[in-house]
């Protein structure tokens, strides 16, 4: 707006309003009284009191001529570009600009120019914190680690007695919902010293060096309390690797960064300040930030395992009846996958669901009714489905749940249900017997043929394929790709990996080029998958080909019930035979 007022000002001609042939005919025929030039602009008057207005000539001659038939000449100084309402429409601008700009936070006006470069950092002084280690669970080792920091915050000495060195920042790193903003605070609450909380977004602003004051005003602020614990959420936001701005370089961030790597640099452990930072992707960190001496140890906050989730479900449970019929380690064995947050969360809704049937204590079924909202979407009891959807839903289920009861090995069946949920229409839900950790290429297989079983079905029987296997496809793909291009499981390509375009890892650390493989290797992957997939497919349609009799038994009882659980499943199939091992394709 500035650029175009400027242009404005500076380049306004105003038209000429006679030609030059007709003024010098007024100035011959007597008519022009007086002629005013300013710099290169000329304005005359004639007897009638008309003005015109046009550009000097370049011509030595012009002023002689006009001496010459007795006008007026006044010479005046150039114009001024900007005319007085001008600059006020310009000030009146700015003055907008920067209100917009004040005006996103609300700070009383004279007090925000000063707070402006101030931390954002709270400090909660420890009587404040009320979470200790007892809040967390599941995550033993993190909580194991930190312990060692208390410890040192409280007493120094008993640790540098030997010239050892404190880490001065511990990098918590784990996927989100894993607590470790939990831990953080609950660090604060054991040690019992001053804590300051900020979030790496509050460091960025978009005025250049508003975020390096703000550190450098956070590290201040932490040497009058020490010992003293700063926490740095979701460091992510200002650690981010230095090339990481793709397209132009993003001043005000690296300026922030460096401020930071200066000031953990500035102090000294036996100062007593321990700076505690959390992520959720240390892969795309500047390495400057993860050097020794700066956030040294890196403590991992992985997702709960089975005996985890039990764990983090008493926590969460002191606070909620439960009706004696609820076993928490049974629900923690069928949650695999949920991360603290997720079973906070469905305790939650396990106690709203309860409360609102105005039930005194939350039972087994709120808690099933709550994962399966969490996991599946709301039940969607107004939707009216048609007796065509709801056949093609079963046999889909049934299909599914069939090749899973074949297949040996697999995760056992723990429900089929065809309750139409806002994400699907149907769902097969299967429970690992215990956890795992790697996944031999069988078990991978097995599982695409699972995905695939719900098409076949629906093919075999209805003679056509339906849009409600698109998700199950999908997933599918996905697995036998990333068996191909990340875990080697292809024969064609043996055991190589080809990185695929992680798009922000990459431009993270600053390499555009996505694909580290040629043309035709990528072709070759295609082939690779398609070959896995479609050999998966074949395999499906040879098993439900063979025992449609019973793939009739599973569809019909689950348009009746809706939902069959593990045991009435094995039930109804008990004359059919599961496979044994070793006739798997691929
Ligand atoms: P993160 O910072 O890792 O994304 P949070 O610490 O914010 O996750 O966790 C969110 C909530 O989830 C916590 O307030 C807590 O109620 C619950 N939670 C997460 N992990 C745990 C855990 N290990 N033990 C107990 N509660 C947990
Ligand atoms: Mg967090
Ligand atoms: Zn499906």
Redesign the pocket.
């Known amino acids: 707006m500035l650029l175009i007022l400027i242009i404005l000002f500076f380049n306004s001609p105003e038209p000429a309003n006679i030609s030059y042939n007709a003024f010098l005919e007024e100035v011959r025929s007597g008519h022009i009284e007086e002629v005013h030039i300013h710099g290169s602009r000329v304005e005359a008057r004639d007897v009638r009191g008309h003005k015109y207005i046009f550009y000097k000539p370049n011509n030595p001659d012009f002023i002689p001529f006009l001496r010459r038939y007795l006008v007026k000449i006044y010479l005046e100084g150039e114009p001024r570009g900007i005319p007085f309402w001008g600059w006020i429409l310009l000030g009146g601008v700015l003055v907008g600009v920067l209100f917009l700009i004040f005006n996103r936070r609300p700070v009383s006006f004279p007090s925000q120019f000063f707070s402006f470069v101030r931390s954002r950092a709270r400090l909660i002084r420890p009587e404040e914190v009320k979470v200790s280690f007892q809040?967390?669970?599941?995550?033993e080792e993190a909580k194991e680690e930190l312990r060692e920091v208390v410890e040192f915050l409280k007493d120094p000495h008993k640790f540098t007695r030997l010239g050892g060195r404190m880490p001065k920042g511990i990098l918590l790193v784990?996927p989100?919902?894993?607590?470790?903003?939990?831990?953080a605070r609950a660090i604060a609450g054991e040690a019992g010293v001053p804590f300051f909380s900020i979030s790496g977004s509050d460091f960025v602003e978009v005025f250049v060096g508003v975020g390096a004051a703000r550190v450098r005003d956070l590290f201040v602020q932490a040497k009058k309390y020490c010992p003293c614990i700063i926490f740095i959420?979701e460091i992510d936001a200002v650690g981010r690797h230095r090339m990481a701005a793709a397209g132009g370089g993003h001043e005000e961030r690296e300026q922030t960064l460096n401020q930071l790597l200066v000031e953990m640099d500035g102090f000294e452990s036996q100062d007593g300040i321990v700076v505690i930072a959390?992520t959720?992707r240390p892969d795309i960190l500047d390495p400057a930030l993860l050097r020794p001496g700066r956030f040294d140890r890196r403590v991992e906050?992985p997702p709960?395992d089975l005996r985890?989730r039990e764990a983090?479900l008493r926590?969460?449970a002191r606070r909620i009846p439960l009706a004696p019929d609820v076993d928490l380690a049974v629900v923690a064995k069928s949650t695999p996958g949920f991360?603290?947050?997720d079973?906070?969360n469905l305790l939650n809704e396990a106690a709203l669901l309860a409360a609102r049937q105005g039930k005194d204590r939350v039972d087994m079924e709120d808690i099933e009714r709550a994962k399966d909202k969490i996991l599946l979407g709301r039940e969607r009891k107004g939707i009216i489905i048609t007796e065509e959807e709801k056949q093609l839903a079963a046999y889909h289920e049934a299909g599914h749940a069939l090749i899973a009861y074949l297949l040996p090995g697999v995760d056992p069946i723990y429900k089929v249900s065809i309750i139409p949920r806002s994400r699907t229409l149907g769902v097969l839900q299967q429970l690992p017997i215990d956890e795992r950790h790697v996944y031999p290429r069988d078990y991978l297989i097995k599982k695409i043929m699972i995905l695939l079983g719900g098409r076949v079905a629906e093919e075999y029987v209805f003679g056509q394929a339906s849009t409600g296997a698109g998700d199950d496809l999908e997933k599918a793909v996905e697995i036998a790709r990333k068996m191909v291009c990340e875990w080697g499981m292809s024969d064609n390509l043996g055991p190589l990996v080809f990185p695929s375009g992680d798009y922000l890892g990459h431009i993270a650390r600053g390499c555009f080029d996505m694909r580290g493989y040629s043309e035709e290797t990528a072709r070759k992957i295609d082939k690779e998958v398609e070959n896995i997939v479609r050999k998966c497919y074949e395999k499906d349609r040879e098993l439900l080909g063979k025992h449609i009799k019973y793939l009739h038994i599973l569809a019909e009882t689950l348009l009746e019930e809706e939902t069959l659980d593990g045991e009435t499943l094995k039930k109804l199939l008990s004359d059919l035979e599961p496979l044994k091992n070793g006739v798997f394709p691929g």
């Open positions: 809040d967390v669970a599941g995550v784990g989100p919902g894993t607590g470790k903003t939990l831990l959420d959390a959720n906050v709960p985890g983090i926590v969460h991360t603290g947050a079973l906070a």
